[in-house]
């Protein structure tokens, strides 16, 4: 049964999507602001079929941490969730994306059109400078920047480390990082067909205020995201005892103690 719900959920995502864009394509040639509604009601379409197809909720607490003012969502990054569960309810998000994906049809095409934030792969220091320049517009006009902070899709249960990116952003941009913990890689792993049925979570922390030093933020951030991302996965663990991916994060976590121990 859960192959075909997948099966079913997988295909009506990427149908949807394509479906939705094409029939938004006139917002290209239109005002930025009356396409202002597309990723709300995108998230909110995947939302509906991730919960009614394949079984899997979505539960986000924290919301009264956003501030209104422009800042940064720093969020744990295990699966496509994490690309669209919070837009129903942010005004005018922009992601830091790689910029590669704005040359892929129709999808790059709506990312350049809402602004969202490229990173170039090559000289890192040319890169940073230009995705700094466009973070700081994005920050005065009170926008909400989202960003992995890991840089890629990382295993639930998985160690992980973060890239200094996020610090750079934090020392340069004068606002408030938001933490965001999720356990989604539970119930949607990353690389995987699956979908697990169960309740991805996703808390956001209160802030982490400007004027520390980049090394103590990035600790900083690292452990709060990490402790409560950590405790998240422990209520899966409870709720869906026989999840595959529980069983395998298990697994590394033993794997890992016992190379430590020898």
């Not at 669209?84 to 709506?110: R, S």
């Not at 466009?134 to 920050?139: G, L």
């Not at 408030?176 to 996703?202: C, D, E, L, Q």
């Amino acid at each position: 049964m859960t192959a075909i719900r997948s099966l079913i959920f997988n295909s009506i995502f990427y149908i949807c999507t394509l479906v939705m864009m094409l029939a938004a394509l006139p917002l290209l040639i239109l005002p930025r602001k009356w396409g202002m509604w597309l990723p709300g009601a995108w998230g909110r379409v995947n939302l509906f079929w991730l919960r009614w197809i394949a079984g899997v909720k979505s539960e986000i607490t924290g919301w009264e941490n956003i501030p209104k003012a422009g800042c940064i969502i720093a969020m744990k990054h295990q699966s496509a969730w994490e690309t669209f569960a919070l837009l129903p309810k942010l005004h005018d998000p922009t992601f830091i994306l790689k910029k590669e994906l704005q040359y892929v049809p129709f999808f790059g095409w709506f990312t350049m059109k809402f602004k969202q934030i490229p990173v170039a792969r090559g000289k890192r220091s040319v890169a940073l400078a230009a995705m700094m320049e466009k973070a700081k517009e994005a920050i005065e006009e009170d926008r909400n920047i989202i960003i992995y902070p890991e840089g890629t899709r990382m295993p639930a249960g998985a160690e992980t480390r973060y890239k200094v990116g996020i610090a750079h952003m934090y020392a340069e941009l004068g606002c408030p990082v938001i933490p965001v913990a999720v356990n989604s890689g539970v119930y949607w792993p990353r690389r995987r067909f699956f979908r697990f049925p169960g309740t991805i979570k996703a808390q956001i922390l209160k802030p982490i205020h400007p004027g520390m030093e980049m090394g103590a933020f990035l600790q900083e951030l690292e452990r709060r995201i990490e402790t409560t991302s950590s405790e998240l996965f422990e209520e899966a663990a409870q709720e869906t005892p026989d999840n595959i991916i529980i069983k395998e994060a298990r697994e590394r976590q033993r794997t890992a103690s016992r190379a430590t121990a020898n």
